[in-house]
């Protein structure tokens, strides 16, 4: 997939070390929650795979789309949902097709935001867009080391990434309140915004994986 950047993690490395971190994950997963996503905390891509396919089969979950990244790769997730006879589309032209239909969207964000719970999306790819945006379950693999203080440090990075294409910051499930000043959730986009936030530094080099580079 096209990416406005390959190279995440290395635009990290120049934040002072209290900006970015494991260290802030607590405060992200509180303000997250906040925000109404749900986060999942896991060790490694293998608890990440299982607590993916109990999601499935507990939103009984038929068609699922997917952007691949070597964070998914990792843990084996198409795979595995393709065992369990779950129909899973990753290639460009099927999520085109298929993302609209889709019971479950699953994508990889770059970093979290711990003061707004936020997080950030390499979405160059219109295949990102798509499996996050049209399905009503969206499911987001995050490395959970990857954490920024706040916006001022997140738009440091994306300003050193960023060259042309396309980025998404996602705060909770689709809501709005056009109509008649009622908060309705889902309306323009998923109704849950799930994190599953992945430990990797327990079970891959964390110089391997960057956010889902590819």
């Known amino acids: 997939m096209k990416k406005v950047s390959n190279k995440w993690q290395q635009y990290f490395a120049d934040l ?9 994950f607590a405060e992200f997963e509180d303000r ?9 905390p896991v060790k490694t891509a293998a608890e990440a795979r299982e607590a993916v396919a109990n999601l499935a089969k507990y939103i009984n979950a038929k068609n ?13 997730i198409a795979a ?24 479950m969207g699953i994508s990889t964000v770059e970093f979290g935001i711990a003061e707004t719970g936020s997080v950030c999306q390499d979405a160059y790819a219109i295949e ?14 995050l490395n959970s080391n990857h954490i920024v ?8 990075v994306i300003a050193k990434a960023y ?9 909770g499930p689709s809501r709005t309140a056009d109509i008649e000043r009622v908060l309705t959730i889902g309306v323009h986009g998923p109704k849950r915004f799930i994190i599953v936030a992945i430990d990797i530094a327990t079970d891959i080099a964390a110089a391997d994986i960057c956010g889902g580079d590819q």
Do not use: C, N, W
Request: glycine fraction near 8%; proline fraction near 5%; aromatic fraction near 6%.
């Open 128 to 141: 990102s867009r798509l499996v996050s945006a049209l399905p009503p379950v969206h499911v987001a693999f």
């Open 149 to 156: 203080a706040g916006v001022t440090e997140a738009m440091e």
């Open 80 to 103: 595995a949902l393709g065992k369990a006879g779950l129909a899973v589309y990753s290639q460009p032209a099927d999520i085109a097709e298929q993302a609209e239909k889709a019971d």
């Open 64 to 76: 699922i789309v997917i952007a691949d990244s070597l964070l998914q790769q990792a843990g084996g």
């Open 32 to 40: 997250a929650k906040s925000a109404a996503a749900e986060v999942f």
């Open 163 to 171: 060259d042309r294409g396309y980025i998404s910051f996602i705060t």
């Open 16 to 24: 002072p070390a209290e900006k970015f971190g494991r260290h802030l």
